[in-house]
C-alpha cells in the first residue's frame, strides 16, 4: 500500500492557514479591546478636566487633582488618554484651558522628572505630550528644558532626540535648542535636513538670537545640521549676506550647506555672489552646486550670466542642461530663443524646445507661470499655416 504524501502536504497547508486565521482574529480582537479601554480613559478624562476647569473658574483648591496627575499621568497609555481630553477643552474652552495648564503646571513638571527616569519610548511620549501642549512650560521654560535635555542622555534614539527638540523649540528655549543639536550632533544621530528645518523654523522664540547662536557655533556642526542652519536663517533673515560669501567660497566646505547658500542668494539678491556662482557652471565639482548656482542666476541677469548659461546647455548631463534651460527662458527675449531654437547644437536645441512645450502645457493647464513663452506660436505659427495650405491643396486635388 502506498502513501501518497500530496494529500499530507495540502492537510499541513489548511491547518496552518486555519492556525494562521485563528491569531489574526486575535490578534484584531485584543487591539479592539485596547482601543475600546482608549476611548473609555478618554471619556473619563475629559468628564475630570471639565469638572476640574469649573473648580478653578470658583477658585477651588488644585492640589487633589494635581496628585491624581502625578498618580496617573506615569502611565503613557493614561498620558494619551489625558493628552486626547486635554484637545477637547482646548478647543472647546481655551480660555479654561490656559487657566487649567497655569494652575497645573507643576505637577506637569514633576511628571518630566519623573519621566526622565523611564526608557526611550516613554520619554518620546513625554516629549511629544509637551510639544502638543507647551503651555506646560508656564514661565519656567528654562528648567523644563533642562529636564527635557536629559530625555536624550543615555540610550535615547534617533526619535527620542527629534521629540525632545520639537518639544524645545515650541516652548521657545533657546539655550535649550542648542544644547540638544550638540547632543544630536554629537552622537551622529540622522535627521532629514528638511524635518530639522522645519522643526527649527517651529521655534516659537526669538528667532534671530537664535539664529546668531547656532551660527557662532557653526564650525562644530556636521554638513546636515550646519545645512539646516542655514535653511532656518533663510526664512526669516536677510542680514547674513556678507556673512554666508565666505563660507560658499570654501571648498572645503560641505556640498548640503554650501547647496544651502546658494538657495539663500536665490532669495536674496546680492551681487558679489555672482561671479561666484557662474564660477559653479563654468569649472563644475558637483552637480547639486552646479543646478542650485544655476536656478540662483535667475535674479542676477547680465551679459556673462546668458553666455554662462548657454555654454552649460552643452553639458553632457541632462539635468545641467534642464536647469540651464529653464533659467534662460526666464531671462532672454523670444527673439533670442528662437536663435537658441535654430542654432547648431542638438543639446541646445532639443533641451530649449523641450523647455517651451513644458510651459505651454503648463499654460493650458492654467498654472501661474512667469511668461516670455507665447513665442512657440511663432516659431511654429509657419509650420501650422503650410501643413493648411497643404490640407486645403489636397482637397482641391480630389474635388
Known sequence: MSFDFRIYIIVGIFIIVCISLMVFNFVIMYYGRRNAMLESKIRKWTVVLYEQTTAVSNNKSVSKHQRLLLQKLSNAENLVAHACALRYIKSDFPKDYSDYMRNNYAAFHKLAVIYSRKDTIERTCYANFIYNFPQIAYSA?????????????????????????????????????????????????????????????????????????????????????????????????????????????????????????????????????????????????????????????????????????????YSPKWQIRYAASSTLIKLLDTTDLLALLQGESNYAREIVDYMLELEALLLLQNVKRPLPLLLQGEQKKQEKEQEEQEEMDGEKVTV
Open 141 to 313: 521654560h528654562g528648567k523644563l528644558a533642562d529636564i527635557l535635555i536629559s530625555f536624550m542622555e543615555d540610550d535615547a534614539d534617533v526619535y527620542c532626540c527629534a521629540n525632545v527638540l520639537r518639544a524645545l523649540c515650541k516652548i521657545g528655549s533657546i539655550q535649550g535648542v542648542v544644547v540638544s543639536l550638540q547632543i544630536i550632533n554629537h552622537k551622529a544621530l540622522f535627521m532629514h535636513n528638511q524635518i530639522l528645518t522645519n522643526t527649527l523654523s517651529d521655534f516659537t522664540g526669538d528667532k534671530h538670537m537664535l539664529g546668531e547662536l547656532l551660527w557662532k557655533y557653526g564650525q562644530q556642526w556636521n554638513d546636515n545640521i550646519f545645512a539646516s542652519v542655514i535653511q532656518f536663517i533663510t526664512g526669516f533673515s536677510n542680514n547674513y549676506r556678507e556673512t554666508f560669501l565666505p563660507v560658499l567660497q570654501k571648498t572645503s566646505g560641505g556640498t548640503k550647506a554650501r547647496t544651502a547658500i546658494i538657495l539663500y542668494y536665490e532669495k536674496y539678491m546680492y551681487e558679489p555672489v555672482q561671479p561666484i556662482l557662474i564660477e559653479f557652471i563654468a569649472n563644475p565639482t558637483d552637480i547639486r552646486l552646479t543646478i542650485e548656482a544655476i536656478n540662483a542666476l535667475a535674479l542676477y541677469p547680465a551679459s556673462d550670466t546668458i553666455s554662462t548659461l548657454k555654454y552649460a546647455l
